[in-house]
């Protein structure tokens, strides 16, 4: 069966994780996954926790030396935007289109074929795990397995987490946390000389909606553009807003404010105070001060992705991606808010947990060779975004993260150049062979 048929099965299923819409992905992708598994000679397991499932099992009955790993659920994708239908392939221009392309399931179909190779040639000591709730923080999927692992005092010694881009090495990951600001809403009556409304339209040098790929000064984002442009006047109170907002870790497309001009002559209109106060507080949330505990090329990012009203109170969304732990992140968040808006309720959610291997670790070495054997420059980089290999990482195991070249990650028409696409299998296999045969004693 071809990568490319593989890759298109997998996108066609809606495997979407929203939060903000109380969706998630269903079994059908872990049954998919399954039985192709299956009909190739493993024995997959599925298992669950809390509604989400992962396909796990071993090659063999040794103790397992490597962990494959990569996520089959998507963030959400709004149709109106795409050119294409985001849950087909469209292969055009040496590119493959459709949502979870490049993150994740173009490396799922590919450690799928890597996985038949493998059980082929009778290979022992290696296990896998396809999850599916990465992309709202993976607790229960790889944190699940690397839990049930440690318990039974089998983790790898080495992670292979096949969920990274531009075919390099990623070495060092962020920890990423969820915010959340509400506040209840408090009504006042105002003198309205004019009313009108300005929209405010995402513009990244880098094409993708992912939050952890924001870069302060160099992209504008939509939403702290509307709360700059309401500060900078003291007659702009707000009416109201509304926006494309999709989920906490995608960056919206736009936003757009109602103003009205305050002014001694004019008709009198209700405003919602604290609505307004906290969208202002959107600016000095965005440039916390949170202190990272390690070097990072990205530093810290802190993106409010999604605003919503529950009928009861004013709901704001935050991403912070940092070297940090939750009591950093919420004391930095907390002083701010003390200073603009006090009575708002934070919380603050996130695992604490990041990616950081040595670059001379033995995985991080391998999978340089092997770059080179494929006829790819052998690079070694950060990756903005958090993944799976941080519940890995921080219980001794050495993890690299790894993808191919795509773009619009977490955006509209995301993609994946299909050059680079076919060389995974062959990459993913040979960093197998080589990690096992450099196995030196018992894993960790």
């Known amino acids: 069966m071809s990568l490319l048929r593989i890759l298109s099965d997998l996108v066609s299923i809606r495997s979407v994780n929203d939060p903000l819409r109380g969706e998630k992905p269903s079994r059908e992708a872990a049954h998919y996954i399954c039985s192709k598994l299956e009909e190739w000679g493993l024995k997959p397991r599925l298992l669950e926790l809390e509604g989400f499932y992962t396909v796990y099992g071993e090659l063999g009955e040794d103790r397992p030396v490597l962990l494959l790993l990569a996520h089959y659920d998507v963030v959400p994708a709004d149709d109106s935007e795409w050119s294409t ?69 089998r983790l790898p010694r080495y992670l292979v987490n096949a969920d990274g881009h531009l075919m390099s090495v990623i070495v060092r990951r962020r920890s990423a946390f969820r915010v959340q600001v509400s506040v209840k809403p408090r009504r006042e009556k105002v003198k309205c000389s004019r009313v009108f409304r300005r929209e405010f339209k995402i513009s990244t040098v880098y094409p993708t909606r992912h939050a952890a790929y924001f870069l302060a000064g160099a992209d504008s984002h939509p939403l702290i553009a509307a709360s700059h442009f309401i500060r900078a006047d003291p007659s702009f109170r707000l009416l109201g807003l509304k926006g494309r907002f999709l989920k906490s870790n995608v960056l919206p497309s736009s936003v757009e404010v109602e103003v009205c001009v305050e002014g001694a002559e004019g008709r009198e209109v209700e405003i919602d105070v604290n609505l307004e106060r906290l969208i202002k507080a959107v600016v000095p949330l965005s440039r916390a001060p949170i202190p990272s505990l390690l070097y990072s090329d990205y530093g810290v990012n802190v993106t409010p992705n999604v605003y919503s009203f529950t009928g009861s109170e004013h709901v704001l969304q935050l991403d912070v991606r940092a070297f940090a732990t939750v009591d950093l992140v919420e004391e930095s968040l907390r002083n701010v808010l003390d200073n603009c808006l006090p009575e708002a309720v934070l919380e603050v959610r996130g695992s604490g947990k990041w990616l950081y291997t040595p670059v001379n670790a033995t995985v991080v070495r391998a999978a340089l060779e092997v770059l080179r054997e494929i006829g790819e420059k052998p690079v070694v980089i950060e990756g903005a975004g958090a993944s799976d290999s941080r519940w890995f990482s921080m219980n001794g195991v050495e993890a690299i993260d790894f993808g191919p070249r795509g773009g619009n990650v977490h955006g509209v028409d995301e993609y994946v150049e299909l050059s680079s696409l076919l060389k995974l299998p062959e990459f993913y296999y040979r960093l197998a062979k080589k990690l096992l045969r450099s196995e030196p004693t018992d894993p960790v």
């Open 85 to 153: 239908n985001p849950f087909e392939t469209t292969v055009k221009g040496g590119r493959v289109y459709g949502r979870g392309v490049a993150d994740d399931k173009g490396n799922v179909a590919s450690l799928m074929l890597v996985l038949k190779r493998l059980v082929e040639e009778e290979v022992s000591g290696v296990a896998y795990a396809f999850t599916g709730d990465e992309e709202i923080g993976g607790e229960r999927g790889a944190g699940y397995v690397a839990e049930i692992l440690k318990r039974e005092n």
